[in-house]
């Protein structure tokens, strides 16, 4: 395989993640680009890892293929965040701006996999570490965060009349709340594993997880940023304290292997 492959492929998910933030995100024409906070978030995450692959192609680091896998899995959950608020029944209000997004995140992703494979092919196919006392902890604490937080006062919604205080699970429905809980859920059994069973597979299945669940609870807060953080409760604080921590302590463990 063409040693230009991996960052080739890494570029595409760049590219179709980047072009996201000007497609429409809802019926009325709208896009991320028309909120500033979310523009800058999504237009730097994916400055970022095109920064990381252009670097690569001229010093090959060990940990550059991270910023990548990071970024991607990232991405993934910020972009799922609109599909479980819609949910099944509404899946056709989901416009071209998150499926474009979504895609172009799995495509980094998947490009920094194998970049990854690449530099650290032995390591990924090796027996999984023991992840270290402290990075557990933090792991366990953060997964510990995140279910309180899913039930928890999330946001104050106070464009509906009357106002709304909603929770991850009972956001205008309970579509949203069941996807965070699904990936919290597999993120500990996937933790578990790695740290009982010591699946080697499980590490990275645990940081990747991580990130998308790290994804999903920044939408809020990047969404209200900027004089707007009082209306965020302390379900999404929970969520975004526990599943930072969570992410902080799997790709740590990943990365030390």
Not at 115 to 128: F, K, N, Q, S
Not at 207 to 234: D, E, K, M, Q, R
Request: with cysteine; glycine share 12%.
């Amino acid at each position: 395989m063409s040693r230009l492959f991996a960052p080739a492929v890494v570029a595409i998910g760049i590219a179709f993640a980047t072009a996201a933030v000007w497609l429409d995100l809802d019926d009325a024409g709208g896009s991320y680009w028309d909120d500033p906070t979310n523009a800058a978030f999504l237009l730097a995450l994916s400055g970022v890892s095109a920064a990381s692959v252009g670097v690569d192609l001229v010093r090959r680091w060990a940990w550059l293929p991270l910023v990548p896998l990071v970024v991607g899995f990232l991405l993934i959950g910020f972009h799922l965040f609109l599909v479980g608020f819609f949910g099944p029944e509404d899946f056709d209000l989901v416009e071209r701006a998150v499926w474009w997004g979504l895609g172009g995140a799995a495509i980094m992703a998947l490009g920094a996999f194998l970049l990854a494979a690449e530099r650290w092919g032995a390591r990924l196919r090796g027996t999984a570490g023991d992840g270290g006392r402290a990075r557990r902890l933090v792991t366990a604490l953060g997964i510990g965060l995140v279910f309180p937080g899913i039930w928890l006062d999330a946001v104050e919604l106070r464009s509906a009349d009357p106002v709304l205080v909603v929770t991850y699970w009972d956001f205008l429905g309970h579509s949203l709340g069941i996807l965070f809980l699904a990936l919290a859920c597999v993120l500990a059994v996937s933790s578990a594993m790695s740290w009982g069973l010591r699946w080697p597979e499980s590490d990275l299945v645990a940081a990747t997880l991580s990130l998308v669940v790290l994804g999903l609870a920044l939408y809020l807060p990047v969404t209200y940023a900027f004089g707007s953080f009082g209306v965020l409760g302390a379900g999404a604080w929970l969520a975004l304290a526990g599943a930072t921590l969570a992410s902080v302590g799997s790709v740590a463990t990943l990365a030390r292997r």
